[in-house]
């Protein structure tokens, strides 16, 4: 048997050395998301101490709640499901596009010009099997606390989205994964009403380039570093939440 006891030492010896950045939403009950999606519940004494003589939860969640990963069943019927997916899919360098410097409004698409050019600003050069993350810095809609049934449903029936041939520089590219701060990524919806939806429908899920939506906090990370997201290895599954975290 091989002996990796000094890779494993320097695996973790590099990822001590950066500093980890949590990305993911806390999983409560009626977190927002896509606004057709059933929202999640909580039983908060599924099993308690007066009843049973311990404590744990139990959780109704849709395979697409919080920070989460698409995979192609979830449009394309009879593609592949997540299980078919290795549990390392989500493990590997991600290049940060911060579109934040743009006045992005729902529903008015990021263009492959806008991409061009945090490229060239920011020094990005987006390699085969990279993870393509997307801060739009829409999280700042997403609601939670809200009280008001609008602002909580506003996050996942609002976003740019992608142009196609934004879409295609990135298929192009051959990342394994893109991922964002909004509810779908590359779907450009207003008000409930999708135009167009170029990555899932034809430029990511069919190529098996995954698509992670609902990340949180992408301000903090930098350009560049390292990410790392496990699926739940669900049977059939046509995606899975995911606890999603960048090194850098």
């Known amino acids: ?5 000094a890779a494993v030492t320097e695996l973790f010896s590099a990822l001590h050395s950066l500093t980890s950045y949590d ?3 806390t999983l409560d009950t009626n977190l927002p998301g896509w606004f057709t999606h059933p929202t999640m519940g909580i039983v908060r004494d599924g099993r308690n101490f007066d009843q049973h003589g311990y404590f744990a939860q139990t959780l109704l969640i849709s395979e697409h709640t919080g920070s989460h990963v698409d995979a192609p069943r979830h449009i394309h019927p009879g593609s592949e499901t997540i299980e078919d997916f290795g549990p390392d899919v989500l493990f590997a360098p991600y290049k940060k596009y911060d579109l934040t410097r743009f ?5 008015v698409p990021v263009t492959l010009e806008q991409i061009e050019q945090v490229e060239r600003e920011d020094g990005i050069e987006l390699r085969e099997g990279d993870i393509a ?8 809609y997403l609601k939670p ?3 008001d049934p609008e602002e909580r449903g506003w996050w996942g029936a609002n976003e740019p989205g992608l142009t196609d041939e934004a879409c295609k520089h990135f298929a192009d590219r051959k990342i394994r994964a893109i991922g964002a701060d909004s509810a779908a990524v590359d779907i450009v919806i207003k008000d409930g009403k999708l135009t167009d939806a170029p990555g899932h429908a ?28 496990m699926p739940l290895k669900i049977d059939g599954g046509s995606g899975s939440p ?3 975290a960048m090194f850098g």
Do not use: C, K, Y
Not at 1 to 5: E, G, H, L, Q, V
Not at 133 to 140: N, P, R, S, V
Not at 214 to 228: H, Y
């Open 1 to 5: 048997m091989a002996d990796n006891t």
């Open 23 to 25: 990305v993911s939403p």
């Open 103 to 107: 006045e992005l409004e729902a529903g």
């Open 133 to 140: 993350i997307l801060q739009f810095g829409w999280d700042q």
């Open 145 to 147: 606390d809200s009280h």
């Open 202 to 229: 034809v430029h990511f899920l069919p190529n098996r380039i995954l698509i992670i939506e609902g990340l949180v906090n992408l301000g903090a990370p930098p350009v560049e570093g390292a990410f790392f997201a």
């Open 242 to 244: 995911i606890r999603a």
